[in-house]
């Protein structure tokens, strides 16, 4: 699934209600405002440990740049929105609604992208189960009353046991947290209409954090509920209204049920294809815009939003093209889907590729480890979120990932994993969300109350993984626009030589108040760096063929 920000998903919020509603009405001190380009920043110039762009592009300053294009597979792009459209990836080869395949790739009319989610009229499978979940019911009819001593496929049957165990944990979550949410969600629903009336809203205007101050509670019951939202707004950050928290909890609630009540059909019903044989037939569709599309539109911008425009953000390279690949529905994706995914992006002339998603099984990762390995084999680096599931992956694995099979890699020379950090060199400069793993994370990178452009002219502020994987991505586009002939080998390497290792700061480990130092949670133990990667580049001779 799309390693979604907690506060997106509504897990923040519930946490901060459900105190709300077991201790009482209480207003949370809103946090101290920090700069919307934290990310950016640079920790002895600014006080914030962002990535050092300013003194990047000082560096550049005067250099000639070469046009990379990166892509994004993720849940898709909005393509209206006005940061993103001049850096849009254009396939000039294919004639825009004629319905016919002008470069004979096998995809029509793929003029930004792809969407391997889509179907016939537009239809989408947006709305997935966990893997896990989907595994449970395949394996079901042949091993739920099976033993070690009646199976008859021993390794089968280990894996069913995994997958049992991953299952009834999600499901047993998810089914805890819709009973924690019923309450909530009517409760918000309700007190919503209340109160616009109290500030005299029509019904389909919204309100904020700053319209909840201008009430003047005359009692009790008006005081609770201001309280209430006060607080929900509070968690869900400086730009959230009534209407986006409702649709929120209404998307987490959907995600939950298809957990505890999948619709195992849906794949058949929207796309049509059989996820279990990987090139069974063309399948798909050219729509990149969907309801889901604000994490991917966000992804985008931290690579790639349009530089000194006065609008949006400033991404972090200033000359791509950014290729839409959909492959990340709210739920699991398929291996299929991310295999073709990056197949397409490869083959379509893409030279980095992000993903920012992540899950806990890979019942075709073969599949995904050939497509690796495919990148690999044309130069192309990929750049992954390590999850927000504060979990050591060097012992609980996440997928996709450069473990093969095959046992031919266990960290791949063009595939970079990434953390979520926070703003100051202090406990904190983990992100508490954020997966590790001195092994198979690699670096971290911004990725705490972070911003970006999103669907309808909008800019958000989130967090997680899923945004310190594309600030990655967008210092390895960087380094390759101006140092175009260094390879996705080189590309990594710069990345890891930027993140010196910052020995001695002690931060809480990821999930606990244990304090470990920094440099045990990662590979490279550090934080990228931009101004660092194009010093070190620009000493390298590049290797690209």
């Not at 609770?224 to 409702?246: E, F, P, R």
């Not at 599931?389 to 970079?416: E, H, Y």
């Not at 390497?493 to 108040?513: C, D, E, F, R």
Request: aromatic content about 8%; proline content about 3%; hydrophobic content about 35%.
């Amino acid at each position: 699934m799309k390693f979604f920000s907690k506060s997106v998903t509504g897990i923040v919020i519930c946490s901060s209600l459900l105190a709300w509603f077991s201790a009482g009405a209480q207003s949370r001190v809103a946090d101290t405002p920090v700069p919307p380009n934290w990310f950016a920043l640079d920790a002895k110039a600014d006080g914030y440990y962002g990535i050092s762009l300013n003194q990047a592009y000082q560096f550049l300053k005067g250099k000639k740049s070469k046009t990379v294009v990166v892509t994004t597979i993720d849940s898709g792009i909005d393509t209206a929105q006005k940061d993103l459209q001049p850096v849009l990836w254009t396939n000039i080869k294919e004639k825009k609604g004629n319905g016919k395949d002008d470069d004979k790739n096998g995809f029509i009319d793929d003029i930004h992208g792809w969407n391997f989610i889509g179907g016939p009229d537009g239809k989408c499978d947006c709305k997935e189960t966990s893997e896990e979940v989907r595994e449970y019911e395949r394996l079901k009819p042949k091993y739920f009353t099976a033993t070690a001593s009646t199976a008859t496929d021993k390794k089968e049957y280990t894996y069913w046991l995994h997958v049992k165990h991953l299952r009834d944990s999600t499901v047993n979550k998810a089914d805890t947290e819709l009973k924690q949410l019923t309450p909530i969600m009517s409760a918000l629903v309700e007190t919503s209409a209340m109160v616009k009336r109290a500030l005299n809203l029509k019904g389909d205007q919204s309100f904020t954090l700053a319209d909840l101050n201008r009430i003047k509670a005359t009692n009790d019951t008006l005081r609770d509920i201001k309280y209430m939202w006060t607080t929900t707004l509070s968690a869900a950050g400086d730009n959230a209204n009534n209407v986006k928290i409702l649709k929120d909890y209404t998307d987490y609630v959907t995600k939950l049920t298809n957990d505890v009540n999948p619709d195992l059909d849906m794949r058949k019903h929207t796309v049509g294809d059989n996820p279990d044989i990987l090139n069974d037939k063309p399948y798909g569709n050219n729509q990149l815009k969907m309801d889901q599309s604000f994490h991917g539109t966000m992804v985008a911008g931290f690579i790639g939003a349009v530089r000194g425009n006065g609008y949006g953000i400033d991404g972090v390279a200033d000359n791509v093209r950014i290729m839409s690949v959909v492959a990340s529905p709210d739920g699991d994706e398929y291996d299929k889907d991310v295999a073709n995914a990056i197949y397409y992006a490869v083959n379509n002339g893409a030279k980095i590729i992000n993903m920012s998603f992540g899950k806990k099984l890979s019942p075709h990762k073969d599949w995904v480890d050939a497509a690796f390995k495919y990148a690999a084999a044309h130069d192309v680096l990929l750049v992954l979120a390590s999850g927000n599931d504060s979990q050591n992956v060097d012992d609980n694995q996440d997928f996709p990932n450069d473990t093969f099979l095959d046992g031919s890699a266990t960290d791949a020379d063009n595939v970079i994993n990434v953390g979520a950090s926070g703003m100051k060199a202090d406990e904190a400069l983990a992100a508490d969300f954020s997966n590790y793993g001195k092994k198979n994370v690699d670096v971290f990178a911004p990725g705490v109350q972070v911003t970006s452009v999103t669907v309808n002219a909008e800019t958000e502020t989130e967090d997680g993984t899923s945004f310190s994987s594309p600030i990655t991505a967008g210092v390895a586009a960087l380094v390759l626009e101006y140092f175009p002939d260094l390879s996705a080998r080189q590309l990594k390497q710069v990345i890891m030589q930027s993140a010196h290792p910052l020995n001695g700061v002690m931060v809480n480990k990821p999930g606990t108040k244990d304090r470990v130092d920094f440099t045990t949670l990662s590979k490279s133990g550090g934080i990228v760096n931009a101004y660092e990667a194009v010093q070190i580049a620009s000493k390298m001779k590049g290797e690209r063929k």
